[in-house]
């Protein structure tokens, strides 16, 4: 593997609930096309997603109806959320296969309001930024100021977000400076002819109806954004693929017939800007493989844009995390029938665990992994944890469940470094369950010898952990500070159980019940939410809370 494909979305949906199946909107494979590859990110943004004023609170608590329909569809495929963030009405979703989580690095995410002088979030952008097999890749979904006439005005938001815009996380404090950054969103640029000379919009239709194999040059010499990407006022940094769909704005609600009020105009767009040689023995590149609208979705007066595009990464990597397919998963429900009540004679629990491991056996071998293929640059590190293999079960209320985990050479053990306990097929890096910070857990030790990989004993305390049977994993996060946070390792499913129990046959699916974490702040992993800005109160905690609780995917 020396690329990565990634898939983007980006759609205003103009307040709108959605009200049309959105499985087309994400070009999974088909009756027709099943052998086609999914990507291995997803990349959502939104504009004018509902937000009110007095719906503030509710809506910091609760995700929106367009976030949890892309979950819903998304999550199903097996992808899992690996950030999220939302400025009022401006949604940003990243979603990538479960086997890229544990080399994602740094990961970010960063908003500036452009809106009634940037004190509103109406208008401006968010972002994520992170690590990837040795490359940085920025994301950036935006909603500049509107109408034609403006055009100054979204020159200057997009000056403001650069200029604002920052990471800490050092040689890419920058949009600019990262590797690969994609620019998306409603851009709001118009078609701007010349005084005396401009065409009504209905003279526009004309013209576009008479448009031969999708070329739109006459047209598009007007476009506004094309114009200031030359004169380097705007975007001059970016590039964009060669447009051949017609405007996607503006469209009377819930039909194709553009609204003649307004001219129709590109402004759904999606941008792109490569650093090619920004490391020795290789080209970076980001390879287009489409670029189009989706002209059948009505809900709104826009279109939604989607492309594809393949970058070239550093590393031919990929790790070895096992999930487990629907037969595996039916094996590893029957472990959870070898529960040996209290009192069982040793021949019996020695019967009982030759099959547990019998099936654990099988269930490895059924489950889908990736052989790694180590080959790294000279100047890249890769920083991993790999946790042991957990062979018995995790009673509740254990005085002392220990585990181990490795870390290679490269890591560095920072203070709030923490483990996340997850249900074995989680749908989000913010759905932990419960959390330990490593300083807490880990048992005394001595230091290894220079260059060698540490194995840290762990140690969870009664308290710790779950408080519900089923399966779950472990995950660590490295966090040297509270805005940014890498995945180091991620752990096979381990069974949780309870003594009193004699057959659990919960399927490792279904979500764990949320339960009261540690007293100590949260480490910062919730979905970003900027409403606290305006109610002045930590609603993302408690969103964590409603979320794990009211979760109805």
Known sequence: MDTLRFYF??????????????????????????????????????????????????????SDQW???????????????????????????VYTQMKHLPHLREIVAQYTKTGLGGLWGNKGAVSVRFNI?????????????????????????????????GYQVSET???????????????????????????????????????????????????QLLAVMDSGEAFSEFSEPEIRFPPTYKFLMGSDDYDLKRKPSWTDRILYKVIANNYENITLRAD?????????????????????????????????????????????????????????????????????????????????????????????????????????IWYIGDADFRTQCTLSPDVEINPNDWIGIYDANFHSLDDYIAYEYLAKVSLPQTPPPAGQPRTITLSFPVGSGVRTPG??????????NTEVRSVLGISEPFEVSSREDRLVSLDPCEEASCSTSPGRAKPSTATTDIFTDFTGLDVAKLSRHFSNDLSID
């Not at 205003?12 to 959105?22: C, E, I, M, R, Y």
């Not at 006439?149 to 020159?155: G, N, S, V, Y």
Request: hydrophobic letters at 40%.
């Open 288 to 392: 287009l493989i489409s670029y189009n609208h989706i002209p059948h979705y009505t809900v709104s007066d826009h279109k939604p844009v989607v492309a594809q595009f393949n970058i070239k990464i550093r590393q031919k990597h990929a790790p070895a995390v096992a999930t487990p397919p629907k037969a595996a998963r039916a094996k590893i429900r029957m472990r959870s029938a070898i529960v040996t009540p209290e009192g069982s004679h040793g021949s019996d629990i020695g019967e009982a665990m030759a099959a547990c491991a019998e099936v654990l056996e099988h269930a490895e071998s059924s489950a889908v992994v990736q052989d790694s293929d180590e080959a790294a640059f000279a100047n890249y590190t890769v920083k991993t944890v790999e946790f042991a293999p957990i062979v018995r």
């Open 471 to 480: 399966f779950y994993r472990f995950i660590y996060f490295s966090q040297p």
């Open 67 to 93: 976030t949890q329909m892309f979950n819903k569809i998304l999550c199903r495929q097996g992808f899992v959320v690996a950030k999220s963030i939302r400025l009022q009405g401006i949604i940003l979703l």
């Open 133 to 165: 097999y040795g490359c940085s890749v920025c994301l950036v979904n935006c909603h500049l100021t509107a109408h034609e006439h403006l055009l100054a005005d979204r020159i200057n938001d997009y000056n403001t977000i650069l200029k604002e815009h």
């Open 173 to 223: 404090s920058n949009i600019l400076f990262h590797d690969y950054v994609f620019w998306i969103g409603d851009l709001n640029f118009r078609t701007d002819h010349p005084t005396g000379s401009s065409p009504t919009s209905e003279e526009i239709v004309a013209t576009l109806q008479k448009v031969e194999k999708d070329k739109y040059t006459a047209l598009l010499k007007h476009d």
């Open 9 to 62: 979305v980006t759609w205003n949906v103009a307040t709108k609930s959605p009200g049309q199946d959105l499985n087309s909107l994400l070009d999974f494979p088909s009756q027709f096309n099943k052998n086609k590859p999914l990507p291995d990110f997803y990349v959502i943004g939104l504009q004018e997603v509902k937000s009110q004023p007095q719906n503030m609170l509710m809506d910091s608590l609760f």
